[in-house]
């Protein structure tokens, strides 16, 4: 049985983990092109793993629409917020020097 009308589900549920994800394995400070490319790659991943584990027989669409509907969540996660909390928590458990006036 094929569950292609399932692809597009698993794919957002996976892009929606991808700012968690890049944010535990890239740190705070790093440039921004370090953590667009993390989640660039962690989004074909996860469209590319939910395409094979989900259809038998898949063709290219089946990947570019899994790809892109993970990519797509991805980004609008980053936009809601999602990996903010995660950014916070990491500033403010770093050391504060205390510069007197």
Do not use: C
Not at 65 to 76: E, F, K, P
């Amino acid at each position: 049985m094929d569950n292609i009308a399932l692809l597009p589900f698993v794919s957002g549920i996976l892009g929606l983990l991808i700012p968690l994800a890049t944010e535990a394995v890239t740190k705070v400070h790093a440039p921004l092109w370090v953590k667009s490319t993390v989640t660039f790659l962690l989004s074909v991943l996860a469209g590319a793993i939910a395409t094979v584990v989900i259809t038998d027989f898949s063709t290219v669409q089946d990947y570019l629409l899994a790809i892109g509907v993970a990519w797509v969540a991805t980004m609008r996660s980053y936009f809601a917020g999602m990996a903010v909390p995660i950014v916070r928590a990491k500033q403010d458990s770093a050391p504060q020097k205390h510069v007197e006036s």
